[in-house]
């Protein structure tokens, strides 16, 4: 079998030299990239299209041609010149050899600053890091090289909307190999992954435009790309959850979890499913996730009943207030400034939503105290509007009645000088 | 009561008129007659207008003593107005509403005259003064607009002066002028308040004077079939039998305006942003809103120019030519029945209310 492909190979160099050669007789000097010009003309599926992509990718448009990775001479429409290893032709590199090929150049500092200063040049020692990379030093023909998730002959810049790590695309870019089960099977990992992440709000946040919103590389890592443990989750989600992570760590359920060998967040709130969270995750039935440790009628239970009256108050509260206030803006009634004033009782609730993590009672107890007062302010206001509202309209007709007697009296007026005036009003001329 | 009637008041008047001569103005009050007849119903416009234009004077210097006339303070000081000004939210709902009542009396003022044919000589410059206070009057709203500086107001302002801009050779500097630069700003905002407050109740004034002056000179016209009736015309005093008729229907007005602030107080929308995206439906007043229809049907080009500058010369020309209808109404002027020009009139009336209408209900006019 690989008797049969050297053959093709070969095959395919002596025609692709034939037509070089002639190309060569008929053009007379070479072209300035012998490589692209063979492999576009030889109009082989397997070599023309790496030649044909290649005018999209970023390298071509810095300078950087075939040589470049593959060696050989571009200047000469020999093939066993231009293919020759005396002029360092490698051809096609081996799985093993695409990180370090790569790095080449995106590991040496000094080259690379010659693009961008900022550009980072640690990416194989970190790619070495990752399951990956690990998985490729042990001869994994499978396993994803830098190339996998750059493309190859087509790189594109990150920040450019088709390139295939855009913050849109990544999670496409991983899920070709880890939403297909029959690929992955030999690794024995889920393959649902990319099916829970694309439920999840993340995604939704992302697809909304937040280009911030995770996707699998801000949780997993780019180049070092490895499955957080146990321990490190919370280090994790806390890059951005940093309020929740910084409670969760000074909570009972620090230690607690770790005693269960449980991992912090995704206990409660899951991994790639992660759904946007609502109070009615708090509480001792279902679908509260505290219930899944917690009994009802025990000391802790009775604390998450406490916590979650105590958001349930504050939310009732603003709810109230948000209904009145609506009610009275509608009537046309001017409340935008308790309206606004109202926010405050919300940034208050996201607070002490975000204080759930330190599981403490009081604590969450304080913060609805303070909302609670803000939003029976704005009620008030809501009330004071409606009743103002009720005022205006007795105003109303008081001052319609008061207008309708003068419009009588008037009429009786011209009645009692239209009769003065008799014989009727005069001719005029 | 009795006692004020009799005594006090006819003392008043003796006091003043040991100082001042009113003799003249007694008599011009006492001389001054409103004839009757089926047409005679169209005599209240003109005073119901100048009624609201009143309520507008006295309405808008309440305001101006709240209102801060720029970009950072204009929506906040009309949203203070509304909601921490004692009797604010009153005011401020009564200038809105009766500036609209005012335009709508106004224009059944001008086309009662048109149909009634009451231009006619020798009342061409009252008629020509009436036309310079239509225009000044649309002015006053469309810069009344812009000054709570909400969205609406600030696009439809935008879209307002991009349509002046339109005008053939003046156009640039006409929209430089109203915009006080290239784009609509808060110096647009601050020159549209001096025109709103010291411009334009200048030019009212002088021309309202005028248009009184030659109204209180000339009388009241009467339609020329009735004026060739062989019958005399009946007639009743002004003063106080019309005035008296006047005042219920400047009561009845104003019970109508203080319903309206009452139940439908004038809306602040949202504070405008310049960078914000245009949002939709942005629509102009009601009273401009068959220009805007037209503008919108007109396609980009028509032969030579471009659809907006052909809508902009056609609305100029249609204005110059309600203006010098008394010059080329040559039949009115010998007291004759014109039919062509109550024909055209019919047009232009069915054009404003059927556009007018498209505007509202038609697909994206809503």
Redesign the interface.
């Not at chain 2, 602030?261 to 107080?265: E, T, V």
């Given at each position: 079998m690989a008797a049969a492909r050297w053959l093709l190979v070969a095959a395919l160099l002596l025609a692709g030299g034939a037509l070089c050669g002639q190309l060569e007789a008929a053009q007379g000097p070479a072209p300035e990239n012998s490589c692209i010009t063979c492999h576009r003309s030889i109009g082989d599926p397997r070599v023309t299209p790496p030649a044909e992509k290649f005018a999209g990718d970023i390298h071509l448009a810095q300078g950087i041609f075939c040589q470049d990775c593959h060696g050989g001479d571009p200047t000469s429409l020999d093939p066993e010149r231009a293919m020759s290893r005396a002029k360092g032709f490698i051809g096609k590199p081996t799985h093993q050899a695409i990180p370090p090929l790569c790095g080449k150049c995106h590991s040496n500092a000094e080259y690379m600053k010659r693009f961008n200063p900022t550009l980072r040049v640690d990416q194989v020692q970190e790619y070495y890091t990752s399951v990956h990379g690990k998985l490729l030093r042990k001869g994994d023909q499978k396993v994803a090289t830098c190339i996998s998730c750059h493309d190859v002959h087509k790189i594109r810049a990150i920040k450019d909307q088709q390139a295939w790590t855009y913050p849109l695309k990544i999670v496409d870019t991983c899920g070709r190999c880890h939403g297909s089960a029959e690929y992955m099977a030999t690794y024995k990992i889920p393959t649902d992954v990319v099916a829970k992440y694309k439920a999840s709000v993340h995604f939704q946040t992302l697809t909304k435009g937040d280009l911030s919103a995770p996707t699998c590389n801000i949780c997993h890592g780019n180049h070092g790309a490895t499955p957080p443990g146990i321990n490190s989750v919370a280090n994790v989600c806390g890059n951005c959850h940093s309020v929740p992570a910084e409670l969760f760590a000074k909570s009972p359920h620090r230690t607690a979890f770790a005693s269960m060998n449980l991992p912090a967040c995704v206990s409660c709130h899951s991994d790639h499913d992660i759904h946007k969270t609502s109070d009615t995750m708090v509480g001792t039935t279902e679908p509260a996730v505290c219930a899944n440790c917690h009994q009802e009628n025990s000391d802790d239970g009775r604390k998450v009943k406490s916590i979650r009256t105590s958001l349930d108050g504050l939310r009732t509260g603003i709810d109230r207030a948000e209904e009145i206030l609506t009610r009275a803006e509608r009537a046309?009634?001017?409340?935008?400034?308790a309206k606004f004033d109202l926010h405050g009782a919300s940034d208050i609730l996201l607070k002490m939503r975000a204080s759930v993590h330190l599981a403490d009672p009081a604590t969450v107890d304080a913060f609805a105290v303070e909302g609670e007062k803000i939003a029976d302010k704005q009620y008030e206001k809501g009330v004071q509007a409606l009743k103002e509202l009720a005022f205006?309209?007795q105003?109303?007709w008081v001052?319609?009645g008061i207008?309708?007697v003068?419009?009588v009296g008037?009429?009786l007026?011209?009645r009692e000088?239209?009769r003065r005036?008799s014989p009727?009003?005069?001719?005029?001329? | 009561m009795a006692e004020l009637k009799r005594i006090v008041v006819p003392r008043l008047i003796a006091w003043f008129e040991e100082r001042i001569d009113l003799a003249g103005f007694r008599a011009l009050i006492g001389h001054k007659?409103v004839?009757?007849h089926r047409h005679t119903i169209w005599y209240y416009f003109g005073g119901m207008t100048l009624f609201l234009f009143s309520i507008q004077v006295a309405t808008g210097i309440l305001l101006v003593l709240y209102y801060r006339p720029s970009a950072e303070e204009a929506f906040e000081s009309v949203?203070f107005i509304?909601?921490e000004v004692q009797f604010g939210?009153?005011i401020r709902s009564i200038h809105s509403w009766s500036a609209n009542l005012m335009i709508a009396t106004l224009m059944i003022h001008l086309f009662s005259i048109y149909f009634t044919q009451a231009y006619r000589k020798p009342r061409e410059i009252t008629w020509l003064t009436g036309m310079a206070l239509f225009g000044i009057a649309l002015f006053f709203g469309f810069s009344g607009y812009l000054l709570p500086w909400n969205t609406l107001a600030y696009f439809a302002t935008k879209v307002g002066t991009d349509v002046a801009g339109q005008v053939p050779v003046v156009g640039h500097l006409i929209l430089r002028i109203l915009r006080a630069g290239d784009d609509v700003t808060g110096a647009t905002l601050s020159r549209f308040y001096a025109i709103h407050v010291a411009i334009l109740p200048l030019a009212i004034t002088m021309t309202l004077s005028l248009h009184l002056f030659l109204v209180q000179q000339q009388g009241m016209s009467?339609p020329p079939e009735i004026e060739r009736d062989p019958k005399?015309?009946?007639?009743?005093?002004f003063f106080?039998?019309f005035f008296?008729?006047d005042?219920?229907g400047w009561?009845?007005a104003?019970?109508v305006l203080?319903?309206l602030?009452?139940?439908?107080?004038w809306?602040?929308g949202v504070k405008a942003d310049p960078f914000a995206p245009a949002p939709a439906g942005i629509r102009p007043e009601w009273y401009f809103m068959y220009m805007f229809q037209t503008l919108k049907y007109l396609p980009a080009r028509i032969g030579p120019l471009e659809g907006e500058v052909v809508g902009v010369l056609a609305f100029t020309m249609g204005g110059l030519f309600l203006a010098l209808v008394p010059f080329l109404d040559r039949r009115s002027a010998r007291g004759e029945r014109s039919p062509l020009f109550f024909w055209i009139g019919i047009g232009i009336l069915a054009y404003m209310v059927v556009l007018s209408m498209l505007g509202y209900l038609a697909p994206g006019g809503k």
């Open positions: 046309g009634m001017e409340i935008s400034q205006r309209h105003g109303l001052a319609v207008i309708l003068t419009i008037l009429i007026k011209m000088v239209d005036q009727p009003p005069s001719q005029h001329a | 007659v004839p009757i949203q509304m909601s939210w009153l009467i005399s015309v009946p007639s009743m005093p106080p039998n008296l008729r005042l219920v009561l009845s104003l019970a203080a319903a602030a009452a139940y439908f107080p809306e602040l």
